[in-house]
């Protein structure tokens, strides 16, 4: 029997990693973002590196390279390997209880699963390239072209695996805009949704 | 100087206007809904029933045939007088006070409004169903066919007058499912959004 289980979707630069972290140290709950991927890198047999590069953002030139890259006997590329290999290990984080889950399409591998909230994060283009030139160390056209690809093969990741539209409100229980509300009150909005 | 204004957006048997008229109730906010049909057909010299007809739910008969409708010397359609006469009224409601305004594009044009909560309400086809049923005394199949007609509708009259995908949860400060929240966590959420 599962926990309660919330997952973050999130524009680049919208502090959505950041606002999930707090959530689940607020609530006690385990988190999962990027720390994942050792487990996905053991059941899929590829590298950190690897998995690291194209777990999420998936495939990456497009769908047009993605026909011809190399698969397996069984007709399965490894993007579709790792992929796989990710949502086995969601499935399995899920089962164990209390959890927040940044990122991986986690809303949607989770869609059958009860007491589960799923959050989309989004912001405003001049806060997200602010926030991401400070992180980054960039200038604001270097930042604003590093979300526009990682928002890009994001979406495309999500679009390929789910066949639903990133970013669609319908996708999820609550959507919040972080840069109009502030980040400590979107973990106020997200905590409230679990009382 | 305008005061707090939320605006609604709703998928069409999610609870959204009722919803927003509770919310307006428990604020002591002006509530504007079909109630301002009077000003909108003062202001544009239609009837009464012509705007309840068109207002929010132009270009009825999609794109083609639109451009074919009658217009006026100036070249504008009656369909852009009539959203030219609401898009002011809105205006001058914004301008009033603290109110809440469900419906007829009200985020997209009061975007530069300051101290404004634009939210989408939106739900499972399941329990949109099941209302409409109820409401508008219909079976199941009757409801499916009525959510998904009022849906295209004004999903069309809003991109054809915001260039913005109806849905995206870009476009709002808060998005959220009334079927999976239930209706009074909605209120909730909303009412705290302004603290």
């Known amino acids: 029997m599962s926990g309660k289980i919330i997952t973050i979707s999130r524009e680049f630069g919208s502090g959505g990693r950041f606002i999930g972290e707090e959530v689940a140290k607020k609530l006690g709950f385990s988190y999962y973002d990027k720390n994942i991927i050792h487990k ?6 590829m590298s950190v590196d690897f998995i690291e590069e194209n777990a999420e953002l998936s495939p990456r030139k497009g769908l047009f390279s993605y026909a011809f890259i190399g698969r397996d006997k069984t007709g399965k590329s490894v993007e579709d390997i790792v992929y796989e290999a990710q949502r086995k290990v969601i499935l399995e984080i899920a089962e164990k209880g209390d ?16 007491n589960t909230i799923n959050v989309f994060i989004h912001g405003n283009m001049p806060e997200k390239v602010k926030r991401i030139c400070k992180i980054h160390n960039l200038n604001e056209k270097q930042a604003e072209i590093m979300i526009h690809d990682i928002d890009k093969r994001r979406k495309t990741n999500y679009q390929f695996y789910t ?30 949704c679990l009382k």
Chains 1, 2 share one sequence.
Do not use: H
Not at 40 to 45: H, P, T
Not at 169 to 176: D, E, I
């Open 40 to 45: 996905i890198a053991e059941k899929s047999g």
């Open 99 to 114: 959890c927040v889950i940044v990122g991986r399409n986690a809303n949607y591998i989770l869609r059958e699963f009860p």
């Open 163 to 192: 066949d639903q539209k990133w970013g669609a409100a319908s996708n999820y229980t609550l959507s919040l805009n972080s840069s109009q509300l502030g980040y400590e009150k979107c973990m106020e909005l997200i905590m409230n």
